[in-house]
């Protein structure tokens, strides 16, 4: 079966940096996406992965190993707005997006 | 402002209404999603439709009936809902046949069955 694993909570501290971690087994892949999602509001696009290595974007930067089925989102320098629901999803052979259930982000002053 | 606009955003439906939510997007995409998100679970896919033609329908019961009129609006009729189909129901889309291109979501209704 098809099947995306990331940690439920994570907590961090204001100006820190937190590391959320997703591990992915899928029918071929196609690339993955992390996603942001406040509390009552729309998931918000951050990032795709379709070639090994990372990709930086301002304070937010993620990994990808295909051969070990593994990503990371890496958040930097942490601030209050960053609290919020990190979704991991991966593009399957037939394109269709599996996702995560979500990281919850706690960021604590 | 993600310009997919959902509407409404919340909604208590005892199990004999009948109901629909709306989706519309703003951003010239070709295809459309319905999808369920419930607490802690990963968003379950419903429905997809591309160039207005459905080409997804993930074992969703029957009391869940999509229409897609064009590309640029979807819905989703609702009747004789059960209490287990409580949950966010997100609308999305994305423009199909360029890999890599991200679902665009809109806020979501906040179905309450009674």
């Known amino acids: 079966g098809q099947n995306i694993d990331q940690p439920t909570e994570m907590t961090a501290t204001e100006g820190a940096i937190v590391q959320i971690n997703c591990t992915y087994q899928?029918?071929?892949?196609?690339?993955l996406f992390w996603y942001q999602q406040h509390a009552g509001e729309a998931p918000t696009f951050l990032s795709y992965n379709v070639l090994d290595g990372l990709e930086e974007k301002g304070r937010f930067s993620s990994f990808l190993s295909r051969s070990k089925g593994y990503s990371y989102l890496l958040l930097k320098e942490l601030q209050m707005k960053d609290s919020a629901s990190y979704l991991c999803?991966?593009?399957?052979?037939?394109?269709?997006?599996?996702w995560g259930a979500g990281t919850k982000l706690i960021i604590k002053p | 402002e993600t310009g997919v606009t959902q509407t409404p955003r919340h909604l208590v439906m005892g199990m004999t209404n009948k109901k629909s939510l709306k989706c519309e997007q703003h951003l010239g995409h070709n295809a459309m999603y319905w999808y369920k998100q419930s607490a802690k679970k990963p968003l379950e896919l419903m429905f997809v439709y591309n160039f207005k033609e459905q080409t997804e329908n993930n074992s969703v019961p029957s009391r869940f009936s999509p229409e897609c009129p064009n590309s640029s609006h979807l819905f989703l009729h609702l009747h004789t809902l059960q209490p287990e189909d409580s949950a966010l129901y997100l609308c999305?889309?994305?423009?199909?046949?360029?890999?890599?291109?991200?679902?665009?979501f809109g806020d979501g209704t906040r179905l309450s069955i009674l």
């Open positions: 899928t029918s071929g892949f196609n690339g």
């Open positions: 999305a889309s994305s423009q199909e046949g360029q890999g890599g291109q991200p679902q665009h």
């Open positions: 999803a991966v593009s399957d052979s037939n394109y269709q997006l599996i």
